[in-house]
């Protein structure tokens, strides 16, 4: 491979704005609003400067040009990212704590070693401007997936046409690549309405701005004369066009049309800008760009783009980045981080002599092999984080009510977990055997939110020490029977799973059943992110609405009832405003969403929880086979609420139970279910350890 393509520092003080821009919106998106299209430039650049990287050269078959640009590419691309990924993992370990917040860490972090990390994101529903992306800091290297993939179709669209008389070979190219850039422009519209986190991350609908880079390149000769003959006032004119273009762009914040049309602008902008730049690059507006500052930025942008991200969700999850001074300390440690990769891996790895030592057939598959071997050592990293990291939260069994293994029993059961799908309804079964005595003639359904998998601990218990099948169904965010508002005015998810749900309880329920309703039915102060919903005045329910809610619930329960089986609604627990597993640690406490503190007054979350108590009140004194629990009183005795007791987490975050909650509130769930269901079986009062 002898061809050297051209230097245009140019184009390095154009990667300079990207990555500067990607950076201040990633800082805090009010910086700079549409700043995110950074990405799309680079895109732009990426298929300009990849196209150049071969022209001119001449391969003997596909198999050599693959195996030359692969390895060029590996060694441009993967020792920095390798690097990035690795640190990141194991800071990341210790202290950054295992929650929904963070759960597609590891997922996102082990696809990036291997250009997957988009596929995952984007078959996770996870958008890109979610909350939960913002404390990934593996999410940005989606954009690394979309180019990697890319490059490994780039050599078969490049090379049949080398073959050919430069002319016809240049003509076919554009028309191919063009035709696959519109194919792709229009399916990028078309998953923007229909599943836009399709369009957002998967390469099918980002080809076309890559696929935008190649052909300016490979139409080069057709355009450049035109620009150069310009006069300067008609060049100044283009190139501010461009500029222009690029500055709109940024001043376009998140919508529904991004990246369809929305990316457009950038696009169109950025090619404007690197025709002119190509063209005359001594011209007064070009040679700008590629002064010492932005050039050298330029040169080090791969790396300061894979530092910045990891570096601010470090601090988002740690100190915050919720004031200037912490903002800039974040802007200056990954710019640090970024010299250090640009010096110590990236410019080694470039000079790095490997075809005198491997082969192309060979440096591939070793590289692969090093590659992979690096992704199950950070595989085992992530698998042992509990003990491996630094928060208070390792101690998992009191954190997460999800996290114990095996727990004693009065009874000896064994408890044995299946993921099952009855009647379209997901449910995940534990069912005890081996059981020294008799079984329990009835199931409990757990139905609810996230907050009847919250129980998980305290029902897993109850089924090893009763011997009853537990079945749990939880929507995230749904409510059965939420009583704050009629369903119909909760949105289409929830409304359907009030169906299927329903109908499936009616189908499947038997005398001696008791089907538990936990729930998260006050307005939710705080969640994992810090946010704060409005003081909880929109969403319990209006004296005028209790009725219907009521009528509505006992529409709902009727079936049930009516076959023998008994409703067991949970009443609200505390709420709180700030989640506990972000800020009990040396190194969150002082984050901004610790502020408001880990305590509520009684008064007051009594007071909010009344309507919602009213409505269980009422339909108890309908159907006596209907019941309230509540936990209130156990787990706030006091006037004072508090997340902690005895140096122990009540709660996980601001509302779902911890392992210690759950283990609180066992021996009374246990002794008050068991007597519902008519048992003989005494309950075991105290938590099993």
């Keep these: ?174 028309a191919v690549i063009s035709a696959l850039s519109v194919i792709s422009f229009a399916l990028c519209g078309l998953l923007t309405w229909y599943r836009w986190e399709y369009a957002f991350y998967l390469i099918p609908a980002r080809f076309w701005e890559l696929g935008a880079g190649v052909v300016l390149y490979l139409s080069m000769n057709a355009w450049a004369p035109h620009i150069s003959a310009l006069s300067p006032q008609k060049y100044n004119l283009g190139f501010i066009t461009g500029l222009l273009l690029v500055a709109v762009s940024f001043a376009i914040p998140a919508t529904i049309f991004s990246p369809f049309p929305a990316a457009l602008v950038p696009v169109a902008g950025t090619a404007c800008l690197i025709a002119f730049i190509v063209a005359q690059p001594e011209r007064a507006l070009p040679a700008k760009f590629a002064r010492p500052a932005p050039v050298f930025v330029g040169k080090i942008s791969y ?65 692969l092999a090093v590659v992979l071997v690096i992704t199950g050592a950070t595989a085992a990293v992530f698998k042992y984080k509990s003990k491996l990291t630094l928060s208070v939260t390792g101690n998992t069994d009191v954190w997460y009510p999800l996290a114990r293994k095996s727990v004693a029993s009065v009874k000896d059961c064994r408890i044995v977990r299946s993921d099952v799908v009855e009647g379209g309804v997901p449910l995940t079964v534990w069912k005890p055997t081996e059981c020294q005595g008799a079984l329990s003639a009835g199931i409990v359904y757990v139905v609810g939110d996230s907050h009847a998998s919250a129980y998980t601990t305290m029902v897993r218990q109850f089924a090893l020490d009763t011997g009853t099948t537990v079945k749990v169904y939880s929507h ?97 627990k505390p709420i709180f ?47 006596s086979k209907i019941s309230v629990w509540d936990p209130f009183p156990l787990l706030c005795p006091d006037q004072t609420c508090t997340s902690f007791r005895d140096g122990k987490p009540l709660f996980f975050d601001a509302d779902h139970l911890s392992g210690f909650g759950n283990d609180l509130l066992y021996g009374n769930f246990s002794k008050n279910t068991l007597a519902l269901m008519g048992s003989t079986q005494s309950a075991n009062a105290e938590p099993s350890k």
């Design 577 to 623: 405003r700030t989640p506990p597993f972000r800020c009990s640690d040396w190194f969150n406490r002082d984050n901004a969403v610790c502020a408001p503190g880990f305590n509520m007054s009684r008064q007051d979350l009594e007071k909010l929880r009344t309507p919602i108590l009213a409505a269980m009140t009422e339909l108890t004194a309908k159907n």
């Design 476 to 572: 995230e965010g749904c409510a059965f029977i939420p009583l704050d508002r009629p369903i119909a005015e909760h949105d289409s998810d929830c409304r359907k799973s009030h169906q299927v749900i329903a109908q499936y309880l009616k189908d499947a329920i038997k005398p001696h059943d008791l089907v538990f309703l936990p729930s998260l039915r006050l307005p939710r102060f705080g969640n994992q992110w810090g946010d704060i919903d409005g003081e909880g005045k929109a969403s319990t329910p209006a004296a005028q609405n209790q009725a219907a809610v009521v009528a509505e619930a006992m529409q709902l329960l009727a079936p049930i009832t009516q076959l023998g089986a008994r409703v067991e609604f949970e009443a609200p």
């Design 1 to 174: 491979m002898s061809a050297k393509a051209r230097y245009f520092a140019g184009i390095d003080g154009l990667r300079a704005v990207a990555v500067l821009s990607v950076l201040l919106y990633h800082l805090h998106e009010s910086f700079l609003p549409g700043g995110y299209f950074g990405v799309d430039i680079f895109f732009v650049i990426s298929g300009f400067v990849v196209t150049g990287s071969v022209a001119g050269a001449r391969f003997d078959s596909l198999f050599q040009f693959q195996g030359h640009f692969y390895a060029r590419r590996i060694v441009r691309i993967m020792p920095a990212l390798v690097f990035c990924l690795v640190v990141t993992a194991v800071v990341g370990t210790l202290f950054i704590p295992s929650s929904w917040l963070s759960n597609m860490l590891a997922k996102t972090g082990l696809a990036a070693f291997f250009g997957g990390s988009n596929i995952v994101l984007a078959l996770n529903n996870d958008e890109y401007f979610s909350p939960r992306a913002a404390f990934n800091p593996f999410v940005h290297t989606w954009s690394l997936g979309v180019e990697e993939q890319f490059y490994l179709l780039f050599p078969i669209l490049i090379y049949f046409f080398h073959h050919e008389r430069p002319g016809a070979k240049t003509t076919r190219a554009v």
């Design 303 to 367: 790396s300061l783009y894979l530092w910045h991200w990891p570096t601010f969700v470090l601090f988002r999850w740690t100190v915050g980045l919720d004031q200037i001074q912490t903002c800039l300390a974040a802007v200056a440690i990954a710019a640090l981080l970024a010299i250090a990769s640009y010096e110590i891996v990236e410019q080694p790895a470039r000079k790095f002599q490997w075809q005198k030592r491997l082969s192309v057939a060979k440096f591939i598959p070793a590289s």
